[in-house]
């Protein structure tokens, strides 16, 4: 039997050069990769991480677009309904306050959660990260954002309240004269380029850069 003493501390392992497979748990060694080019578990063939180009600035791009879509997106009409001559405008926030205001506090606390107040805290960890690798300031403080970031990302549901918003248009059609607003324009731009924004925004590169072994992230 081996002597305990013998056996490699975890810290003298060289963790940092190796990667495990998401799917399968294959432990291997992380190669090196040019711009452009993606890791593939050899196993399963599942995507381990790719490097991409100017990872920094084309995300900073994305979330300031993100954050500017965000206001009309919740502030600007969904929809304006008029029936029996009566017309109404509803916007994604108009929505909480009348859910609130109809005594479903819990479902409005759950809806502004999951579509106004997670979706911003989300984009505005990304920003934090973003900028404090941009300005090599506060690593520490990007590191944690970015970790929280990761747990908000479950939290996120616009898909699902776009899903939501349009089976509401699909079912109202017929009942009632219907127009579509420019919120709901700016709602579903804001959802492409956060799916666009998740490609981009390498989590590999990302957590590289923030802790110090890549310092060519930006470029
Ligand atoms: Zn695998």
């Known amino acids: 039997m081996s002597d305990p003493l013998d056996a490699p501390v975890l810290s003298e392992l060289p963790l940092g050069d190796l990667v495990a497979c998401h799917e399968c748990d294959l432990l291997m060694h992380k190669p090196k990769l040019a711009h ?20 920094v600035h084309r995300s900073l791009a994305l979330v300031i677009a993100a954050l500017l879509l965000y206001v009309p997106a919740n502030f600007l009409p969904i929809m304006q309904l008029n029936l029996l001559g009566q ?10 306050v009348g859910l609130f205001n109809t005594g479903m506090q819990g479902v409005a606390v759950i809806v502004f959660l ?53 089976v509401a248009i699909v079912k109202l059609a017929d009942m009632a004269a219907m127009t579509i607003g420019l919120g709901l324009a700016c709602f579903v731009a804001l959802l492409l380029v956060q799916v666009w924004l998740e490609v981009v925004m390498s989590p590999h590169q990302v957590w590289q850069a923030l802790s110090g072994e890549d310092a060519h992230a930006g470029d």
Not at 36 to 55: D, M, Q, S, T
Not at 131 to 151: A, P, T
């Open 36 to 55: 452009g080019e993606k890791a593939l578990c050899p196993r399963c063939g599942y995507e381990l991480y790719a490097h991409r180009y100017n990872v």
């Open 87 to 96: 017309s109404s405008q509803d916007t994604v926030w108009s929505g909480v």
């Open 114 to 166: 999951c579509s106004m107040g997670i979706p911003l805290l989300k984009l505005l960890c990304q920003l934090t990260v973003l900028l404090s690798i941009h300005f090599d300031v506060g690593r520490s403080y990007g590191l944690l954002l970015y970790r929280i970031y990761h747990h908000l990302r479950d939290w996120g549901m616009l898909e699902v309240y776009l899903m939501g918003v349009l």
